[in-house]
């Protein structure tokens, strides 16, 4: 079992940005795809971005692509989100997912991800 703790969230105007930061630990050999889903009020969780850490491929969904970058640092077991240009639509919870089957780093964004963290709030004001 990996932990996943999520930071960085809070409250923004429209065109700024946020960093999101999420660390793993434990089993952290189960985190090799890890990445980004959110999930608005009365919406079913979608994903964002995904990136497998060994080859460094990431995914990314439409609606944010050119607007938010997915990193990782594999020494800090981080993976971070820079969120720029946000818009009133990118509010949302957001949870950090990691998981070792290198099938779920797809841009189809599967969610039967092994390890969720517990989320930070990102609010957009228009």
């Known amino acids: 079992q990996v932990q996943l703790v999520e930071s960085g969230g809070g409250s923004v105007q429209a065109g700024g940005s946020l960093r999101l930061s999420c660390a793993a630990s434990g089993y952290t050999y189960v985190s090799s795809c890890m990445g980004w889903f959110r999930q608005a009020p009365g919406s079913e969780r979608e994903g964002v971005a995904l990136t497998y850490r060994f080859d460094g491929n990431t995914y990314y969904a439409d609606s944010v692509k050119g607007r938010f970058t997915i990193s990782h640092d594999n020494e800090k077991k981080t993976v971070y989100l820079q969120m720029n240009s946000l818009k009133p639509e990118d509010t949302a919870m957001y949870y950090c997912?990691?998981?070792?089957?290198?099938?779920?780093?797809?841009?189809?964004?599967?969610?039967?991800?092994?390890?969720w963290g517990q989320g930070t709030q990102v609010t957009v004001s228009s």
């Open positions: 997912a990691a998981d070792n089957r290198r099938a779920l780093c797809s841009s189809s964004f599967p969610r039967d991800f092994t390890s």
